[in-house]
Structures are given as C-alpha cells and as structure tokens.
C-alpha cells in the first residue's frame, strides 16, 4: 500500500492511503466512511484546507466565497457542475470566507470568488472572478 495516494477526508480530516487501482472505486475515509472522491463539492473549514492542501496527492481546486457575494452564488453550481465533469483527477471545495476569515489573510484573498489550486503541496495555479463551468473544467485540468 506504500504505492496508493494519500487524500485527506474533506468531511473528518484524516489522511487516507488509497491504493491507486482503487482511485476509481468510490473510495471512502477509514475513519468517518465518507466517499473521498465524490465528484461533489465539500465545504471546508480552514485547518482541513491547510491539511489537504499540504498532504494530498490528488489536486485539490478550492472556490473562496461568501453568502453575501452575487458571482459567488451564481458560480456555485457551475462550478458544482465542473466538480462533476473533473470527478477522479481533481477534487474541488469551497471555503466561506465569512466563516474562515483567517483562510483570507493567510492565501491573500483580496476579492471573491477565488479558485486556488493546490498540488504537491503548494499552490498552483489562481483565479479571480466568477466563471461557467467549462471555463472551470478547462482551468482546473492545468492546476
């Protein structure tokens, strides 16, 4: 198993291990069951962002948004729809930044929606402003 990837559960924040001929078996977290690549959004808190983002293998693509926000509520599901189209490569969150203001201070957010990739550990890739959901697919596949 020293071989598999490792992906934090976005709903418990345990690191799991998952065999990389399995990736494409709905795998689910050891600890709290829930499908670690769902091809669904999670929302994530700040220190279960920090965790993934660091750890995972598997890109992580997070949506920094608040409720008060007009493009963030009409980017929501186009980019739910792209969570969908990415499901098995990517998996995409979304931090309310509301909630989370530390997430802001820390990635430097300074407007919102903000897509932030994370691989190997760092970010990748960044993008301000509301966007369709083919824009989304075609800017996730290069994080």
Known sequence: MADGKKLTCLECAQINRVPEDRLDNAPKC???????????????????????????????????????????????????????????????????TEDHPKASQSYGIRGIPTMIGFAGGRESKRQSGAQRSPEIVSWVRGV
Do not use: Y
């Open 30 to 96: 050891g600890t709290c069951g829930a499908p670690l690549l769902s091809g669904k959004v999670t929302e994530v808190d700040f220190a279960t962002l920090q965790k993934a983002a660091k750890n995972d293998d598997i890109p992580l693509v997070v949506d920094f948004w608040a409720p008060w926000c007009g493009p963030c509520k009409m980017m929501a599901p186009e980019f739910a729809r792209a969570a969908g189209e990415v499901k098995g490569r990517v998996r995409l969150a979304k931090l309310n």
